[in-house]
């Protein structure tokens, strides 16, 4: 019996990282998967496994886990998780083709903030854009305290310090479809294309596409750097984030002060001291902009009975109680 870090998931196993650095393709007891012998968030990258004869026959309790919303009109409000036992979540966004996308990225810091994980944004492709243009990416989330990377992969600048930043933490990466998450990989992972041939040896899968979430480790430690690489994305459902939840979720949102009432949403109600920050200059007028119109979105989305604090109970709409 031994023991092991869950690398991928396929149809029909996992492959199993060892503590040794060994990848060996594993069946899974069929108590251990969801109702339909399917293995979906019951076994996912990162989860901690025992394994026995090439079977993995027990799971270890998760830390925490990184979901989205899952997609299709069939979903009805299910959630998916992609990764588990995360140290943080990293955020690869292109400066140029394609352009940034400021909503994906406020979904994957929500989304983060949600389920209490650690986030940072590496800007990609650097060395297609002018020093203006990289400075204006930084300081657009500079007030919300998240790290930020600036890389030009390909060149290889940028790439030491974000190496040295995930050293000994497991990192998600996240990103829009062409972003250059595969570039970025190759140039922190020396012998990337070895490595993933040697998953892909055990699974029969053919040349890394990412098509599923992988994991893949930079270093064995003692602590370990290992970074999960995700598919690329071109639209992100977040979990059930309820909208008066949002302001505690969007770092904008916080640190000017006690507003009049307990239930602000920051709108236009009298006493608010995030548009009084807004008006002051305090407030970033573009992240407050990017705020309602996330605020919007959420309401017009799920019930507010079905969104579910973690750990707690459906929360009703709040009707305007001062503090």
């Known amino acids: 019996m031994s023991e092991g870090i869950v690398a991928r998931v396929d149809l029909r196993g996992v492959v199993v990282l060892d503590d040794a650095g060994g990848l060996t393709f594993c069946s899974v007891r069929k108590r251990l998967m969801d109702p339909g012998a399917r293995l979906g968030n019951a076994i996912v990258v990162g989860d901690r496994v ?9 799971v270890a309790p998760r830390r925490n886990v990184f979901q989205r919303a899952a997609a299709g ?7 998916q998780t992609s990764a588990a036992n ?7 966004v292109a400066l140029k083709d394609p ?5 994906l990225v406020d979904r994957f810091a929500i989304t983060a903030e949600w389920l209490s994980l650690p986030f940072a944004i590496a800007f990609t492709k650097a060395d297609l854009v002018g020093a203006a243009e990289v ?9 919300a305290g998240y790290p930020t990377f600036v890389v030009a992969a390909k060149a290889g600048g940028g790439v030491p310090g974000l190496r040295q930043a995930i050293d000994g933490q497991r990192t998600l990466l ?3 479809s062409g972003v250059g998450k595969s570039t970025l990989l190759n140039a922190l992972i020396p012998g990337l294309d070895l490595k993933i041939g040697e998953v892909n040896a055990k ?3 053919g040349r890394h596409t990412t098509t599923a979430a992988t994991l893949l480790r930079l270093d064995p430690g003692p602590p370990p750097t ?3 690489d995700t598919p690329g994305v071109r639209a992100f459902g977040l979990p059930r984030v309820q909208p008066r939840d949002l302001s505690r979720l969007f770092p904008e949102c916080r640190g000017h002060g006690l507003c009049r009432f307990s239930d602000c949403a920051h709108h236009a109600e009298p006493g608010c001291a995030v548009t009084a920050a807004l008006a002051g200059g305090g407030a970033s007028a573009a992240r407050y902009a990017a705020y309602l119109k996330l605020y919007a979105e959420l309401e017009g989305g799920a019930p507010a009975r079905d969104a579910i604090r973690p750990g707690g109970r459906a929360k009703s709409r709040p009707g305007g109680r001062r503090r």
Do not use: C, M, N, W
Request: charged share 20%; net charge negative; proline share 2%.
């Open 73 to 79: 009109a069939a979903a009805s409000g299910r959630l």
């Open 135 to 143: 400075s204006a990416a930084q300081a657009l989330y500079a007030r």
């Open 203 to 205: 699974t029969g899968k």
């Open 86 to 92: 995360l140290d943080r979540v990293l955020a690869v």
């Open 99 to 103: 352009p940034l996308s400021e909503g």
């Open 50 to 58: 025992t394994v026995e004869e090439e079977t993995v026959v027990t």
């Open 174 to 176: 996240v990103g829009h």
């Open 226 to 228: 290992d970074v999960i």
